[in-house]
Nanobody, 118 residues
Framework: QVQLLESGGGSVQAGGSLKLSCIVTGYRYIYYCLGWFRQAPGKEREGVATIDSDGNTNYTASVKGRFTISQDNAKNFYLEMNNLIPEDAAMYYC?????????????WGEGTLVTISS
């Protein structure tokens, strides 16, 4: 059974940093895509960053240069967020699947909340 568990959310001031973690268990595919998504109140879910089994990364434009996605050998993955702005406040979800589009992500965590104070 595949499980994803996020941690690392919290409340920070604008300009601050947080590092989110996603611990993945039971995922045995050789080829995969791991991603971070977020959803703010009243807004649609948005893809933030993805990393695939070849190490290719992709970021939504609004976080480029501020966020970094990484993974370890155990398929756990992370999102380092720097220079946070109020617009980054959201529930952040990690997800995993064979392909990167959100529609192809088969497994999702329950989310970790990020709040930003200005």
């Amino acid at each position: 059974q595949v499980q994803l568990l996020e941690s690392g959310g919290g409340s920070v001031q604008a300009g601050g940093s947080l590092k989110l973690s996603c611990i993945v268990t039971g995922y045995r595919y050789i080829y995969y895509c791991l991603g971070w998504f977020r959803q703010a109140p009243g807004k649609e879910r948005e893809g933030v960053a993805t990393i695939d089994s070849d190490g290719n990364t992709n970021y939504t434009a609004s976080v480029k240069g501020r966020f970094t996605i990484s993974q370890d050998n155990a398929k756990n993955f992370y999102l380092e967020m720097n220079n946070l702005i109020p617009e980054d406040a959201a529930m952040y979800y990690c997800a995993a699947g064979e392909y990167c589009p959100a529609s192809e992500m088969n497994y999702w965590g329950e989310g970790t909340l990020v709040t930003i104070s200005s």
